[in-house]
Nanobody, 124 residues
Framework: QVQLVESGGGLVQAGDSLRLACTAS????????MGWFRQAPGKEREFVAT????????YYTNSVKGRFTISRDNAKNTVYLQMNSLKPEDTAVYYC?????????????????WGQGTQVTVSS
């Protein structure tokens, strides 16, 4: 049984930083693509960032490029999302997800396991 547990969310002001973490269990973490998604109230869940098994390849949605950084520590079974220069429009529940063994993807349908989410609120 795969479990993904996110942490690190909170309430911050615009311009601040947060680092989210997601720890996985129940599977060989280092073999799989990992991703971060977010869902704001009344909106669909959207892709944020993805990283391949080794960390050598990453991809971001345009709105977070240059501000967010995804990384992973396979020895700790953990993927991170460093979020800098936060904006009110970044407010959402952030979910980590485990994908497949192939290349990185922004396709939500190719992620098989999801965490419970962590709330990020950015005040103006």
């Amino acid at each position: 049984q795969v479990q993904l547990v996110e942490s690190g969310g909170g309430l911050v002001q615009a311009g601040d930083s947060l680092r989210l973490a997601c720890t996985a269990s129940g599977r060989t973490f280092s073999s799989y693509v990992m991703g971060w998604f977010r869902q704001a109230p009344g909106k669909e869940r959207e892709f944020v960032a993805t990283i391949n098994w080794s960390g050598s390849s990453t991809y971001y949605t345009n709105s977070v490029k240059g501000r967010f950084t995804i990384s992973r520590d396979n020895a700790k079974n953990t993927v991170y999302l460093q979020m800098n220069s936060l904006k009110p429009e970044d407010t959402a529940v952030y979910y980590c997800a485990m994908g497949q063994t192939g290349g990185i993807t922004a396709n939500r349908g190719l992620y098989n396991y999801w965490g419970q989410g962590t709330q990020v609120t950015v005040s103006s």
